[in-house]
Each structure stands twice: as structure tokens, then as C-alpha cells.
């Protein structure tokens, strides 16, 4: 379990101490690292050798700049049966997303939740200009109720580019202040920081993309390695794997698959806004090796659709023949709704699409039981289920 923290001053050491019970019986000694002089440090720290499924107790910190307050959370199961709930969502930011952060939060508190799956577009501190930094600190004291006690997962969107203050962009671009804000398992899984990577969780497969950079015709460049490589070998062997985890959930901020405007043609067929790049560089990979589903944001609206390949659905949720696209880009965000407007969506809706919802800001939450993901569309205003399908499988 890796352990972050910010601190606006150098401390003497970066030091978590940990156990499950207090007084502390485990200590570990992380690293520290500043982006830009005078903009603060983050810390981290990694827990090993933990017990599967245990709840510990953990305080962050050192002795000459103080202690955190103590928190506790759960490690994740050593029993590939086991059912676990995660939230997702993406672009969220700081600005209409109150409601979002109330009801994750909640659901955090509650344990209502195991963890969180952010593809993407994380506090917009971008948006900001000249108040950068500060909106990333906004950002995470609004979720630190969740980011405390639950593992937080993320993954690069357009907006963790840089910073467009001229003062600062030299010092962001290229993702600088996302890779030192977030420590991600890429260099557990073979991949580049925290740009892409993979884990496993009960008996699922995560994969987190970057479609931001690393393949062909990248919005961002190709800086971060052979992404498309090392996403084949990953496929591969987790498709070898289905006996132990039959799902393979892939993450990433843009969608191959929305109806909203500019995102596909009324055939059905992905068009601009990156969508048929993506297409054409990873649909055909997710079909060989049968991913299962693929969450993603950037369009600032929900939309969830059927399993579609080339353009066109071509099956219902039970043994899904292709991969599920949700598109859960509505947590918040300062640049308001993409489809407010009814009359943005393409229509007549394409094949694929099953459900859409524009008028809003909300979150999803996906429950995982053996061979059956439960998916539920939360809209955040008043925490109402308003879309939900579940997904079966036969091995």
C-alpha cells in the first residue's frame, strides 16, 4: 500500500507508521519531492509486507513536523471471490462538483465503497490559471474524507498537462505535477510512472491507459514509452488468466464510443475529438483479448452504451461480444455540462447508445460479485439512482 501526503515545508524524514491496532508497530520511510521550488512537497511512503483483507491503522508525518491525524483502511483481498464496490468517474475539479465529493465521500465513510477509480481530469487546477497550485490543494482537501481511509486510483487526462501560467508552464508541461502528485503501480506492472499500468483486484483485471500520449497521433507526444507493447503483453497475460479473474475492466480518459456531438457520425461510427484515433489504434486490440469493459470521461455528460465494435452494437449484457463503453465525464468540472442542450446529441441516437443523460452533474458505482458487475449512475445532486444494468458473464 503506497501512503501520500503534501506538506508545504521540507520535513526531516517522510515516515508513515502503521499497525493494526495502535500503539504503531510498523514504520516506513518514504521519499519527498517538490516540483517547483516554493510550491510544497509531496511525500510518500510504501506499507509492505500487509496482511490481505486487514484493516490498519496508519499516521503520516515525522516527529519535527508533526503527525497526521490517524486513519485507518482495509487491504485488498487475497480471495479472488470476493466481492468488492468501487465509484468512477471523471472531470471533476473544484467548481460543481460539491455534490460529487458529498456523496463518494459519504459512501467512504460508510464503507459503502472499497475504492476509487478517477479516469482522468482530476482537479483542473489548469483552468485556474494563476491559481494552479492552490486548486490542486483545494481538490484534495474537498476529497480527503475518501483519499484518506480508501485507495484513490487515477489516471492522466488533457487538463494534468500543465499549468498555463506562463511562470509555471515550463516547469508542468508534460504531465510533471500529475506524476509528482500521484504514485500509481506502473512500475509494478512493467509500465512508465503513473501514465499507464495495471493491477488486479479480487477477480478483475484492471487496466489503466493514457490516452493522452504513447501511441500514434497522441494528443501529447510519445515521451512515456511503447504504451501499445506493453498493453498487448498485459492483454495477453491476463487473458491466459480468466480461470482466476474473469474480468478485464480497462480505464482511460477519452471515449472511443459517445453520441455526444463531434464524437461520432450518425451512422454510429467514431469521428473527431480523438475518438476514431483511439478506435483505430485500440478497439481492435480490446476485442482479441475480450476486455470486458471500458470506463472513460472527457465528455462532461453520461452516457452508457452496448457492447459495440467497428461502429455498430453487436450484443445485449449477458456474455457481452464486445466491450461495454461507459462514459461518466459529469463529476463536476468548472467548464460546465457538454450536453445541457438536448439538441447536442447526435439523433437519432446511434445503435450502441442505451442511455444518455446531459442535464447534470453525478457518479457511478460498480459492484463486482463473481460473474456479475452491477453498475449504478448516481445523479449527485440528490444522490438518486437514475441509470443502472448489470453485466453477466458464463465462464
Not at 447534470?360 to 460479485?369: E, P, Q, R, S
Request: a negative charge.
Amino acid at each position: 500500500m503506497n501512503v501520500g501526503w503534501y506538506t508545504q515545508d521540507r520535513t526531516a524524514t517522510s515516515t508513515v507508521q502503521f499497525g493494526t491496532k495502535p500503539p504503531f508497530t510498523g514504520n516506513a520511510t518514504g521519499v519527498a519531492n517538490e516540483w517547483f521550488s516554493g510550491y510544497g512537497f509531496n511525500h510518500f511512503a510504501v506499507l509492505r509486507d500487509l496482511l490481505p483483507g486487514t484493516r490498519y491503522y496508519y499516521r503520516c508525518g515525522d516527529a519535527s513536523g508533526g503527525w497526521s491525524a490517524v486513519y485507518s483502511f482495509v487491504t485488498p483481498p487475497d480471495n479472488t471471490n470476493t466481492p468488492f464496490t468501487i465509484a468512477i468517474y471523471g472531470d471533476m475539479g473544484i467548481v460543481n462538483s460539491q455534490n460529487t465529493a458529498n456523496g463518494v465521500n459519504s459512501k467512504s465513510l460508510n464503507d459503502e465503497i472499497d475504492w476509487v477509480y478517477h479516469v482522468g481530469d482530476i482537479s483542473y487546477a489548469d483552468d485556474h490559471v494563476f491559481d494552479f497550485q492552490n486548486t490542486w490543494n483545494t481538490w484534495a482537501g474537498m476529497m480527503e474524507n475518501t483519499t484518506s481511509i480508501k485507495p484513490y486510483m487515477v489516471l492522466p487526462g488533457n487538463h494534468e498537462y500543465t499549468s498555463w501560467d506562463p511562470f509555471l508552464f515550463f516547469e508542468t508541461h508534460n504531465f510533471v505535477v500529475y506524476n509528482h502528485r500521484f504514485m500509481m503501480p506502473g512500475s509494478t506492472s512493467g509500465a512508465q510512472k503513473s501514465m499507464y499500468y495495471s493491477f488486479d483486484y479480487s477477480n478483475v483485471h484492471f487496466i489503466s491507459l493514457s490516452t493522452e500520449t504513447s501511441y500514434p497521433d497522441a494528443p501529447f507526444g510519445n515521451d512515456f514509452g511503447d504504451q501499445l507493447s506493453w498493453l498487448e503483453a498485459d492483454l495477453a497475460k491476463a487473458n491466459q488468466n480468466r480461470h482466476k479473474r474473469p474480468w478485464i475492466i480497462v480505464g482511460g480518459h477519452r471515449p472511443i464510443y459517445s453520441s455526444s456531438g463531434g464524437y461520432s457520425d450518425l451512422e454510429g461510427n467514431p469521428t473527431n475529438g480523438n475518438a476514431a484515433t483511439l478506435q483505430k489504434t485500440f478497439e481492435d486490440l480490446f476485442m482479441k483479448y475480450g476486455v470486458d469493459a471500458y470506463f472513460t470521461g472527457h465528455v462532461h455528460s453520461y452516457e452508457r452504451n452496448y457492447p459495440a465494435y467497428r461502429g455498430k452494437k453487436v450484443s445485449d449484457y449477458t456474455n457481452p461480444k464486445a466491450p461495454v463503453g461507459i462514459v461518466v465525464g459529469n463529476a463536476g468540472c468548472v467548464e460546465g455540462l457538454t450536453d445541457l442542450d438536448p439538441s447536442k446529441w447526435n439523433n437519432p441516437a446511434p445503435s450502441w447508445s442505451a442511455f444518455r443523460w446531459g442535464t447534470g452533474w453525478g457518479y457511478g458505482i460498480l459492484a463486482v460479485d463473481n460473474l456479475t458487475l452491477k453498475w449504478d449512475f448516481y445523479d449527485a445532486s440528490t444522490q438518486s439512482i437514475i441509470d443502472s444494468v448489470t453485466i453477466t458473464k458464463t465462464l
